[in-house]
């Protein structure tokens, strides 16, 4: 029973497209995120939302658009794509926005665009 | 600003020595502090954290880490370095309010020769 998942694995695209990745939490879990994960393996938040409301947008690109239809599933929408968005982008949960509980990871989308 | 500082981004030893990733932190408020694991072409598994309490906090696949206040640091030590311990090694602080974002090191490579 996978805690966090994400679709698809990999992807590979040209630039200019447009894509998705989704992500589901089967935890109960009231917070969820998405973090990117460059070539040099540094990991920082994109967004992060609780109970599908955002609280955090980290001064990503207009063309990144998160999306919660309830709060098990956080989707990533990328529009117009460009070789820079290449990376590991990973959803995460967590019991609530708060507190001392730790963030469970999934296990990365890898975006390659080229 | 909270922020963590990884000292050492590839670290080598051999089988059975002691493993030791230093990690410091800044925060003006008591930090919650996490180490997590990143084996190759997966997502983070947590391997400890620190709320509270007692300041050595024992974790999974016999890792540890003490929480020093006046060293402002969280260094993860294993007795005893196995084969399957090679990984990448992150410390993340999570910041103080209602947001859940966790900010984290640079990482580190753990090599373990045999």
């Known amino acids: 029973d996978t805690a966090v998942s994400q679709t698809p694995k990999y992807l590979v695209t040209q630039m200019g497209n447009d894509k998705s990745i989704k992500c589901e939490q089967n935890l109960g879990h009231d917070t969820m995120y998405w973090y990117k994960q460059d070539s040099k393996k540094f990991l920082k938040i994109m967004f992060s939302y609780n109970n599908k409301e955002l609280i955090i947008n980290e001064t990503v690109p207009n063309r990144f658009s998160p999306k919660s239809p309830d709060k098990a599933h956080l989707n990533l929408h990328i529009n117009s794509l460009e070789l820079g968005d290449s990376a590991v982008y990973f959803c995460a949960s967590s019991p609530g926005p708060g507190g001392n509980t730790e963030a469970f990871f999934g296990q990365g989308t890898r975006l390659t665009v080229v | 600003a909270q922020s963590v500082t990884q000292l050492g981004s590839h670290v080598s030893v051999s089988e059975g020595a002691l493993v030791l990733l230093r990690c410091n932190y800044s925060?003006?408020?008591?930090?919650?502090l996490f180490w997590y694991v990143q084996y190759p072409n997966q997502g983070l598994q947590l391997l400890l954290k620190y709320t509270t309490g007692a300041t050595l906090v024992k974790g999974i696949n016999g890792f540890e880490a003490e929480f020093k206040k006046s060293e402002t640091s969280f260094h993860l030590t294993k007795p005893s370095a196995h084969m399957s311990d090679a990984a990448e090694y992150f410390c993340?602080?999570?910041?103080?309010?209602?947001?859940?974002?966790?900010?984290f090191g640079q990482g580190t490579t753990l090599q373990v020769k045999p």
């Open positions: 925060s003006s408020v008591p930090p919650y």
């Open positions: 993340a602080v999570r910041i103080s309010g209602n947001t859940g974002k966790l900010i």
